[in-house]
């Protein structure tokens, strides 16, 4: 990492925050050999139990890229949960993430089901972001997932979501290089400034759902497997390739043709973000990759000239965007989720809600302990 995150600051030592917070959760956080495994087992055993007398367990997203391809097997397979799998399609699917999506599903002999966004919505949201000139202009995709995966849990009575996400390979990411994808408010201020199109059908999920009324009146859980296992990137690559007919992307996010344009070019070139450094940290600060590997990586371009100039013509024209029009985008001044409403202050209230609604069973909890304790 370097100080192309704004907000980077080192130790005495010369170590950087983000190495040190890795090194926080490594040293007092992570869960290894017993401890990990007796996680491990207490999440199935819960899942399971909610599970009875339903179709499915549980329920995941699945992109077709490396995290939660793995975790697709390793859910199936290896914790024996019948897990519904849940695909958004929002018309950037590459040929290859299609392919590698129906591998997966017919393999491990899944359900699957797809939810197809609505073109001239998400491209209107895609186009007011790139307009409104904030880095994260994934956020209309990534919001959609969110909400989805949420709305089908609760569709089909489960309780429990299974995300890919993970320390090891994913620790490192500048909060300056984006914005929580979650925040509908500035989803919602954004598209009214620059947006021109009503959102119908556009899945959506508000901080209140999200945070109150899923997990405490309905009872959902998200559950983050690969935590708890020697989760290596590499060596889930080459089973997937190896078991399940997988093909590589090329790149982190690069299943999707909107998302590879967007990393690959739109954030190094305007604002200077190459997620490359924080993607390789990751794994360097995990120990699945050295500093030099990393930067002999780095050496080699993001994009090929050839290969940029395809999909620089591709994405303007699927946008509805001229090139002129494309050209004042880039040249714009950079702003951030700051220039815009967003749920800081209300995130502050409602956390303050949800303690006050989590008091009466942490206290109910603490009067069991004493109770328990007295009889020993």
């Known amino acids: ?85 849940v695909h958004v399609d929002s018309g950037w699917n590459s040929e290859l993430a299609v392919n590698n999506i129906e591998n997966i599903v017919k393999k491990l002999d899944l359900d699957l089901h797809t939810l197809v966004l609505d073109w001239d919505e998400i491209r209107d949201l895609q186009r007011a972001f790139f307009k409104s000139s904030v880095p994260n202009c994934d956020i209309p995709q990534d919001h959609a997932f969110i909400a989805s995966l949420y709305s089908e849990a609760k569709k089909f009575k489960l309780r429990h979501i299974l995300n890919g996400g993970n320390m090891a390979t994913e620790s490192i990411l ?19 400034k620059y947006g021109e199109k009503k959102l119908k059908t556009y899945p959506t999920i508000s901080l209140l759902q999200k945070e109150i009324i899923y997990p405490k009146i309905y009872g959902l859980k998200v559950h983050r497997p690969l935590e708890f296992i020697d ?27 909107f998302t590879k344009f967007f990393q690959a070019y739109y954030l190094p070139e305007k604002y200077g973000f190459d997620k490359r450094l924080a993607h390789y940290s990751s794994l360097i600060v995990s120990g699945q990759m050295t500093r030099e590997q990393a930067m002999q990586k780095m050496r080699k371009p993001v994009y090929e000239p050839e290969e940029l100039e395809q999909d620089m013509e591709f994405i303007i024209k699927k946008l509805g965007f001229s090139q002129s029009e494309w050209n004042h985008i880039m040249e714009m001044s950079p702003k951030t989720e700051h220039d815009f409403k967003n749920e800081y202050k209300f995130k502050e209230y409602l956390n303050i809600v949800s303690y006050i609604i989590s008091l009466p069973v942490r206290i109910l909890k603490k009067i069991i302990r004493m109770i328990l304790k007295s009889f020993k």
Not at 180 to 188: F, N, V
Request: net charge negative; glycine share 10%; aromatic share 12%.
């Open 1 to 85: 990492m370097d100080t192309t995150d704004p907000l980077i600051e080192f130790d005495e030592y010369g170590v950087c925050n983000h190495c040190n917070y890795y090194k926080q959760y490594d040293q007092n956080q992570k869960l290894e050999g017993e401890e990990a495994q007796n996680q491990i087992d207490a999440m199935v055993a819960e899942i399971k139990l909610d599970g009875k007398g339903n179709d499915y367990d549980c329920i995941m997203g699945l992109s077709g890229g490396v995290d939660s391809s793995y975790l697709a097997y390793y859910a199936t397979k290896e914790l024996g949960l019948r897990t519904l799998v």
């Open 174 to 192: 500048p909060s300056a290089w984006g914005y929580d994808a979650s925040d509908l408010i500035h989803l919602k201020d954004i598209h009214n």
């Open 231 to 257: 989760y290596n990137k590499k060596k889930a690559k080459n089973f997937l390739i190896n078991e399940l007919g997988w093909r590589d992307y090329g790149g982190k996010h690069y299943e999707s043709s």
